[in-house]
């Protein structure tokens, strides 16, 4: 995947005008989180570990965001979204019947754990899952659909784009405060943004030296 925003490191915002001591705290917490569960027992953390890896998977040339890690510590701490969708069980007990349901899925269709299975059995089970065709006795009365969507897609993603890894990725600065933005219109940024590499400089580049030779 070529760098949309080469050589840009949001962290180097850190001891700048960009963050304030508020900012610096929470990102530090964030950074310091181990790949261990905090609040899943082993195998609910075996199973989520590897549909993190299926949901994003990330390339091998650095260090992985811990997906699984963020969001244990999001149960750990019974963090919300300030609402609740009325198909599904609250925050802890969806995560926990989700992943118990799948491992029983996995078990019934392939005789293994979730995490045990090939990437393409876990993808076929997911996508039976976002489908809604799956019907074991785990899931109780809560939607398999609405739990890819409302739940594990959405929380996955959500821990993905808390971290500054992701953030080198788009080009976000990070939290606003206190600097804030000025300007604010399309294809417009502020100094202190990062810049985006042209789509196509390399090839450009290539087939200009090409018509030369």
């Known amino acids: 995947m070529p760098d949309r925003y080469p050589g840009y490191d949001v962290l180097n915002k850190r001891d700048t005008l960009s963050w304030n001591d508020a900012t610096r705290a929470v990102i530090d917490a964030r950074l310091a989180i181990t790949n261990t569960p905090k609040f899943l027992d082993a195998n609910a953390w075996q199973t989520l570990r590897a549909v993190c890896d299926r949901i994003v998977p990330q390339p091998d040339t650095r260090a992985p965001v811990p997906l699984a890690a963020l969001l244990d510590r999001k149960l750990a701490d019974d963090e919300g979204d300030g609402y609740r969708v009325a198909s599904l069980p609250p925050l802890r007990e969806a995560w926990r019947r989700g992943l118990t349901a799948l491992d029983a899925e996995a078990v019934a269709q392939y005789g293994q754990r979730f995490h045990e299975l090939p990437t393409t059995q876990q993808d076929a089970l997911l996508h039976a899952m976002q489908a809604g065709k799956l019907a074991r006795a785990e899931w109780g009365d809560m939607p398999p659909e609405e739990f890819f969507s409302r739940r594990l897609a959405h929380d996955i993603a959500a821990a993905y784009y808390s971290h500054p890894v992701a953030w080198d990725e788009i080009g976000f600065g990070g939290p606003a405060s206190p600097r804030g933005y000025v300007r ?13 590499a042209k789509p196509g400089a390399e090839e450009q580049v290539r087939r200009k030296n090409e018509r030369v030779g």
């Not at 604010?184 to 985006?196: G, L, Q, S, V």
């Open 184 to 196: 604010m219109y399309f294809n417009r940024r502020d100094p202190w943004e990062a810049a985006e």
